[in-house]
T-cell receptor, first 114, second 110 residues
Framework: EPEVTQTPSHQVTQMGQEVILRCVPISNHLYFYWYRQILGQKVEFLVSFYNNEISEKSEIFDDQFSVERPDGSNFTLKIRSTKLEDSAMYFC????????????FGEGSRLTVL | QKEVEQNSGPLSVPEGAIASLNCTYSDRGSQSFFWYRQYSGKSPELIMSIYSNGDKEDGRFTAQLNKASQYVSLLIRDSQPSDSATYLCAVKTGGFKTIFGAGTRLFVKA
């Protein structure tokens, strides 16, 4: 069964460092998402991406964040200068065009900022 | 601010009982509603979607939607210990995003 894959599964970084989280969405899906979940808190929407551009973003997704689809398969989330409060699980999700919204999630990348 | 509200629980039911989970949402224009299950340390997994008023059944799960009351519920019949998880209510807003409630923790006692 096709699935969304994410790497790395866990990354530890120092405050102020840049981090890139990678995702390979399901191959025939056209909408891509990043969500984050701080430990013990809700799953929060960060950004949606369609047709090679951001379609919607939340107030969390400030200038420190960026997304890119550098080739036909990868979808990346970059955090330019990490803060302690960026420590969270980051989930990539994808959605098939025409689908009424059923998101398929990857296993997540746990980011720990020290 | 569009919101999805759930009782955080924990909700504890004995094995074999019916578990009832509830959710309200604020955006009256929402059209798509989902229940996800999330085990500790894992990603959300879709278990039900519902788009029109009424009930939708899938195995032991029944989702109920009342758009006039802005209310979604999930019933789990014959609850099993393996159903112990956090259940997330999610609502797709008019744009591109789906927003999640904080989840209800369910414990099924053997």
């Amino acid at each position: 069964e096709p699935e969304v894959t994410q790497t790395p599964s866990h990354q530890v970084t120092q405050m102020g460092q840049e981090v890139i989280l990678r995702c390979v969405p399901i191959s025939n899906h056209l909408y891509f998402y990043w969500y984050r979940q701080i430990l013990g808190q809700k799953v929060e929407f960060l950004v949606s991406f369609y047709n090679n551009e951001i379609s919607e973003k939340s107030e969390i997704f400030d200038d420190q964040f960026s997304v890119e689809r550098p080739d036909g398969s990868n979808f990346t989330l970059k955090i330019r200068s990490t803060k302690l409060e960026d420590s969270a699980m980051y989930f990539c999700a994808s959605l098939r065009e025409g689908n009424t919204g059923e998101l398929f999630f990857g296993e997540g990348s746990r980011l720990t900022v020290l | 601010q569009k919101e999805v509200e759930q009782n955080s629980g924990p909700l504890s039911v004995p094995e074999g009982a019916i578990a009832s989970l509830n959710c309200t949402y604020s955006d009256r224009g929402s059209q798509s509603f989902f229940w996800y299950r999330q085990y500790s340390g894992k990603s959300p997994e879709l278990i039900m979607s519902i788009y029109s008023n009424g009930d939708k059944e899938d195995g032991r799960f029944t989702a109920q939607l009342n758009k006039a009351s802005q209310y979604v519920s999930l019933l789990i019949r014959d609850s099993q210990p393996s159903d112990s998880a956090t259940y997330l209510c999610a609502v797709k807003t008019g744009g591109f995003k789906t927003i999640f409630g904080a989840g209800t923790r369910l414990f099924v006692k053997a």
